[in-house]
């Protein structure tokens, strides 16, 4: 019997397709990475000379709360560093040096609640959420590539955000 589950086990683990990538570029919003395969993108048309721009990546749609999409979402966001050739912002709390040298960031990741017992949200339950990811400078730019998800999928979506970090280009 011990045997007969784990084949079971095994075979049911082969039959699991494997997600896939396609490459991405957005020479507007200055980026190139590998996103999953059949997730819609969301993209403002016109990302060029924007200080803030976001593609998101929209995978296992849950309905949405204000506009919002739950289930998986891999975002990137675009900050830009300057305008003109002023730094806008200080930003110590993420790269001590602010150097205008390309750098990464730790990785970091939280809980938290989506919605709940609000005026907008009256009856509602909040939704456990889960967000990962890192920031990426540029000597122009911050770029947060970042999967946001309902808790209890997101490790199921963990290869789209592992993907994403270990193909992201600035650029």
Same mark, same amino acid.
């Not at 976001?54 to 506009?67: C, H, N, R, S, Y």
């Not at 967000?131 to 789209?160: C, N, Q, S």
């Given at each position: 019997m011990r045997h007969l589950?784990?084949?079971v086990l095994v075979a049911s683990a082969a039959c699991k397709?494997?997600?896939s990538y396609e490459p991405y570029s957005d020479t507007g919003a200055g980026f190139s990475l590998e996103a999953p395969k059949g997730w819609p993108r969301d993209a403002d048309p016109s990302p060029a000379g924007?200080?803030?721009t976001t593609t998101e990546f929209i995978g296992d749609p849950k309905p949405q709360a204000e506009g919002v999409a739950l289930g998986a979402a891999l975002t990137v966001t675009r900050l830009s560093r300057k305008a003109g050739a002023k730094v806008l912002a200080d930003t110590k709390a993420l790269f001590p040096d602010d150097a205008a040298a390309? !750098?990464?960031s730790q990785r970091y990741s939280r809980d938290y609640e989506h919605g709940g017992p609000t005026p907008m949200h009256a009856? &509602? !339950?909040p939704v456990q959420m889960h967000v990962e990811?890192?920031?990426f400078r540029t000597a122009d730019?911050?770029?947060v590539? &970042?999967?946001r998800g309902v808790k209890e999928k997101f490790e199921r979506h963990r290869p789209a955000l592992e993907r994403a970090l270990s193909t992201f280009r600035p650029g």
């Amino acid at each position: 019997m011990r045997h007969l589950l784990l084949a079971v086990l095994v075979a049911s683990a082969a039959c699991k397709k494997a997600p896939s990538y396609e490459p991405y570029s957005d020479t507007g919003a200055g980026f190139s990475l590998e996103a999953p395969k059949g997730w819609p993108r969301d993209a403002d048309p016109s990302p060029a000379g924007k200080p803030v721009t976001t593609t998101e990546f929209i995978g296992d749609p849950k309905p949405q709360a204000e506009g919002v999409a739950l289930g998986a979402a891999l975002t990137v966001t675009r900050l830009s560093r300057k305008a003109g050739a002023k730094v806008l912002a200080d930003t110590k709390a993420l790269f001590p040096d602010d150097a205008a040298a390309p !750098a990464e960031s730790q990785r970091y990741s939280r809980d938290y609640e989506h919605g709940g017992p609000t005026p907008m949200h009256a009856g &509602e !339950a909040p939704v456990q959420m889960h967000v990962e990811g890192k920031v990426f400078r540029t000597a122009d730019a911050f770029y947060v590539v &970042e999967l946001r998800g309902v808790k209890e999928k997101f490790e199921r979506h963990r290869p789209a955000l592992e993907r994403a970090l270990s193909t992201f280009r600035p650029g």
